[in-house]
T-cell receptor, first 115, second 113 residues
Framework: GESVGLHLPTLSVQEGDNSIINCAYSNSASDYFIWYKQESGKGPQFIID?????DKRQGQRVTVLLNKTVKHLSLQIAATQPGDSAVYFC??????????????FGSGTRLQVQP | NAGVTQTPKFQVLKTGQSMTLQCAQDMNHNSMYWYRQDPGMGLRLIYY???????DKGEVPNGYNVSRLNKREFSLRLESAAPSQTSVYFCASSDYRQNQPQHFGDGTRLSIL
């Protein structure tokens, strides 16, 4: 079936650098995407979302870019800090057989910030 | 504001035992969800409840049952635990409106021997 996936399982960056985490999706009907951050022993924490009628959305130190032509989603983190070290998941809203909608998640990218 | 609260945080069971995982949210959300997360993988949907009084199967429902007790609470039951159900279980909730983010609890770490 169609799924959300990630290009890099682990990303290592220096503190203060910018980080870019990528995600590919294959369901062209998806119209809503979310990035989550998961720290060790914790549940996923909402970072930022974007709807398909947008190409870019900015939050505090984070930017999500959506390229519907190539079905690609990215999360940019500016001035990466040690506290940003975590696993990052992208998720898309899909239509279930029941007619309802639910999120499907990629396998995640681990971001390691080197001091 | 606690958000989504899951109990217990840790549990060890023997094969064949039964158990109910509890979840409660205080955000007045209509929709609630149960996921499992296996090592190195994303979350997979077990069951969800779009609103009070309704429940539907997700991607991996076999071996589980759920109960939407009221608007706040959504429980997950393992009737006869199997080692393949060793996982971390997450509960989430979201607003009823379309395209709203889900908010997660901190999980229940379940080991089945």
């Amino acid at each position: 079936g169609e799924s959300v996936g990630l290009h890099l399982p682990t990303l290592s960056v220096q503190e203060g650098d910018n980080s870019i985490i990528n995600c590919a999706y294959s369901n062209s009907a998806s119209d809503y995407f979310i990035w989550y951050k998961q720290e060790s022993g914790k549940g996923p924490q909402f970072i930022i979302d974007i709807r398909s009628n947008m190409d870019k959305r900015q939050g505090q130190r984070v930017t999500v870019l959506l390229n519907k032509t190539v079905k690609h989603l990215s999360l940019q983190i500016a001035a990466t800090q040690p506290g940003d070290s975590a696993v990052y998941f992208c998720a898309e809203n899909i239509n279930l057989d029941t007619g309802r909608r639910a999120l499907t998640f990629g396998s995640g990218t681990r971001l390691q910030v080197q001091p | 504001n606690a958000g989504v609260t899951q109990t217990p945080k840790f549990q060890v069971l023997k094969t064949g035992q039964s158990m109910t995982l509890q979840c409660a949210q205080d955000m007045n959300h209509n929709s609630m969800y149960w996921y499992r997360q296996d090592p190195g993988m994303g979350l997979r949907l077990i069951y969800y409840s779009a609103s009070e009084g309704t429940t539907d199967k997700g991607e991996v429902p076999n071996g589980y049952n759920v109960s939407r007790l009221n608007k706040r609470e959504f429980s997950l039951r393992l009737e006869s635990a199997a080692p393949s159900q060793t996982s971390v279980y997450f509960c989430a909730s979201s607003d009823y409106r379309q395209n709203q983010p889900q908010h997660f609890g901190d999980g229940t770490r379940l080991s089945i021997l």
